[in-house]
Every structure is written in C-alpha cells, then in structure tokens.
C-alpha cells in the first residue's frame, strides 16, 4: 500500500503504468505454525512415555507392548519430520489459536499434550518431595507385609485417598492408626501408624515417619513400639555400621518402650533386595516396583514375624 500511495496518478489505472502492474504482498510457505509446534511438542513427549513404557517391559511380548513400541517409533519420525521443516516447540504457556479451537484433529493434540504435560508436573513434584513419597511407599508396603502374614485378620483399615495433587510432597490421605491387625496365631494385636506423633511428644523426636505397636487382645496396655525409618537414597543399598548407629539410637527410648527399629532404603542399582539385622535392629532394602518389591515386602514381613512378633509370641 505504502508502495502504491507513492506512484504517479490519481487511479489506480493510473498509478499502475504503463505495464498496468501492481505490487502484492508475497506470501512465504511456513510450517513453523503454533498447530504444528503443538504438534511437535505431543510428539516429543509421547515419544519419550512410550519409548520408557517399552524399556520397562522389555521382557514382554504382549500386543499392547508393540503396539506402544509402533506408536514411539511414529511419534519419533513425525518428530524428526517437522524438525526437518522448521518447526520448534511450543512453550507449555501458549494460548490456543483458532485452528487448535476449532479443529477436531488438532484438539485432540491439544488435550493431549497438556494431559502429558500435567504428568510431568506430577513427576517433577514426585522428584522435589521423593524422601516424602518414599515413606508413602514404605508405609503401604508395610500393611502389605503385614496383611500377607498367615493369619493376620485385619481389624481396622484407614481408608486411604490419593490425592489429584500432592501437598507439601504427600499423595494419599489418612487417619491413624493407618490399620489394626490380630495375628491370630500369635495371639497379637500390631497396629501400624504413619507419620502419628506431633513435635511435642517425645516419640517424634526419634524422626521416624511409621511406628509399629504391638499389644494383647486380653491387655490395655501394649507391649512395645517399634520404629521404622524409611530413607531414601538416590543411589540406594545398605549403608555400613547402620545398624550400629540405630542400636545406640534405641537406647534413648527405654523409657518410652521402644524396643526396636527397622530402616527400609531403596534397592541399589543392579542389587537384590537386602537384610542386615543386628539384635533388636533390622536393615533392608525395598524396590518400588516388580520383583524387587515383591521381594523386599517379603523380607519386611519376615522381619516383623520373627522380630517384632517373636518376642510376644
């Protein structure tokens, strides 16, 4: 426009010349749209869950494996494809235009890619809190030890709620005692509490996050606590002399019948599961997932059996 306001003439038959010829806007070819760097973005991030979803199922040979290992390779070419073509990735803030609104193909991507997105967030949380997380797990996989005693008849069970979102690193919701057991061949009642005792007792000066009480169907009073320490450890595996540093941390607790204590750590890297006990004092290694889990739950439950349980039997 600004071109033709400065051409000769009063008309634009006039201002055209001679040639009778005008210059146009030039429309240039650009793939990096914000559909396509949504686009690229859901790629990207697929390609990852799937690609981890099938290394962490390698072993398996089910339908469902391949068809997520076809659906990473098509998400890593169509990746590759628009990064060929110019595209870059869309920032997670973005506001939708009219195509990511109006589209049916590209809303889908949209809805997609930002439920990718809250799982990340989930995962960075889990990362920021994970010695929080660690002592959920470790809380579970101890009613679950306990539960899988024979003869354990569950009195009492908290309902347990997953929240949406964590707060403050925690993800479930609960009322203690967390669950009641009678072991019916020990004629023993074992409550188990997670995360029970305010700063102003002296029990949570010890710093452990699940206590162990044990007691008599026929007796008010209980018989004994028992402490378990969850700690976690990015690298994982015993720590050397642990059980020494717990023993000379019980003897602080004669006074508030503590008679024992367990630390649960996560597997190291390559490692079984693993138990160390030492007197009163247990220390093992637990895994989040598949065998290692199945295994350390295993080593817990015969920890409370012969330990916790044994001296009341």
């Not at 981890?52 to 070419?77: L, W």
């Not at 000379?248 to 138990?275: C, D, K, V, W, Y």
Request: hydrophobic share 40%.
């Amino acid at each position: 426009m600004l071109w033709l306001a400065r051409q000769p003439g009063e008309t634009i038959a006039e201002r055209a010349g001679d040639r009778q010829r005008l210059q146009a806007v030039v429309r240039e070819e650009n793939f990096n749209t914000l559909e396509n760097r949504v686009l690229l973005s859901y790629a990207r991030l697929a390609a990852e869950i799937a690609h981890d979803y099938v290394q962490r199922h390698q072993r398996s040979d089910s339908a469902r494996v391949h068809q997520v290992r076809t659906y990473d390779e098509r998400c890593g070419r169509l990746a590759r494809d628009l990064r060929a073509l110019g595209v870059q990735v869309a920032s997670p803030d973005v506001t939708p235009n009219f195509v990511l609104q109006s589209n049916w193909h590209y809303q889908q991507v949209w809805a997609a890619w930002h439920e990718l997105l809250r799982r990340h967030r989930a995962l960075d949380e889990l990362w920021r809190w994970q010695a929080r997380s660690w002592e959920e797990l470790s809380a579970l996989a101890t009613i679950v030890a306990v539960q899988s005693i024979p003869g354990a008849q569950p009195v009492a069970l908290s309902a347990i709620v997953f929240r949406d979102e964590q707060e403050r690193g925690c993800w479930i919701d609960h009322v203690n005692p967390i669950a009641v057991f009678f072991l019916q061949r020990q004629q023993a009642v074992l409550e188990i509490a997670y995360r029970q005792f305010s700063r102003a007792t002296r029990l949570a000066a010890f710093g452990a996050a699940i206590w162990l009480r044990v007691g008599r169907p026929d007796r008010q009073d209980d018989l004994g606590r028992w402490a378990i320490w969850p700690l976690w450890s990015a690298d994982g595996g015993l720590e050397p002399g642990e059980t020494h540093e717990v023993s000379a941390l019980l003897a602080q607790g004669r006074g508030e019948n503590l008679l024992g204590g367990i630390t649960l750590r996560p597997t190291g890297r390559g490692l079984p599961a693993q138990r160390i006990t030492n007197g009163k004092v247990s220390c093992l290694t637990l895994g989040t997932a598949g065998q290692l889990l199945a295994d350390g739950i295993s080593n817990l439950r015969e920890v409370i059996l012969r330990q916790v349980l044994g001296e009341h039997a």
